[in-house]
C-alpha cells in the first residue's frame, strides 16, 4: 500500500523505454477495477510512435509533458452495450488510479492528463487514434522512467472528516 503515499505527478521522462510487459501489468491493474454493474467499460490503446505522442501531446492545453513520454497509454470507454452508461466516467477513473499506482509500483512515473468530459480534447484523441465510432477516450497517461524526483504531499487533513 506504499504506492498509495508515494505516487506522484511524473513530467519528465528518461529516453528509456517502457518494456511491453511493465505496460501490460499497468493495464491488468486497471481492468481490476470494480465498475458499475460489472460493466468494465475500458479499452486501451498504446502509443509508442514518437510522430504520435507528439500529435496527441497538442490534444489539451496541459498535455505537452506527453511528448517526451516513451508510451502513452490512452485508456477509452464504449459507448454501446453498458448496463450504466452515466458510471462510465467513474469506472475510468478507478481504473486510471489502479493504473497509476501500479506504475509506481513498477518504479516508472506517469501523469493523469484529463481528456474527458470535455468535448474538443475528446475529438482531438479520437482523430489522431481513428478510433471507432462507439468509443470514447477519456485521458492521456504518459508512462516512463523517471527523469525528475519528487515527494508526495501529505494530503490528510482530519478537519475533513465529520463523525455523526
Not at 51 to 74: F, H, M, N
Not at 104 to 114: E, F, I, M, R, T
Request: charged share 25%; hydrophobic share 40%.
Amino acid at each position: 500500500m506504499e504506492n498509495l503515499y508515494h505516487r506522484v505527478s511524473i513530467r519528465k521522462y528518461t529516453s528509456q523505454p517502457v518494456k511491453k510487459e511493465d505496460l501490460v501489468e499497468i493495464m491488468r491493474a486497471g481492468m481490476q477495477a470494480p465498475s458499475a454493474g460489472n460493466q468494465q467499460p475500458w479499452e486501451f490503446y498504446v502509443v509508442t510512435d514518437k510522430e504520435k505522442i507528439a500529435v496527441l501531446s497538442q490534444c489539451s492545453p496541459y498535455a505537452g509533458c506527453a511528448a517526451g513520454a516513451p508510451a502513452v497509454i490512452v485508456p477509452v470507454y464504449r459507448t454501446d452495450g453498458l448496463r450504466f452508461p452515466e458510471y462510465a466516467d467513474i469506472d475510468m477513473a478507478i481504473a486510471q488510479e489502479n493504473m497509476w499506482i501500479m506504475t509506481d509500483a513498477l518504479g516508472l512515473g506517469g501523469v493523469w492528463l484529463g481528456i474527458a468530459p470535455l468535448k474538443d480534447r475528446m475529438a482531438a484523441v479520437k482523430k489522431v487514434l481513428d478510433l471507432p465510432e462507439d468509443v470514447e477516450p477519456f485521458s492521456l497517461f504518459p508512462v516512463g522512467y523517471p527523469a525528475e524526483e519528487k515527494k508526495q504531499q501529505n494530503r490528510f487533513a482530519e478537519s475533513r472528516i465529520h463523525w455523526q
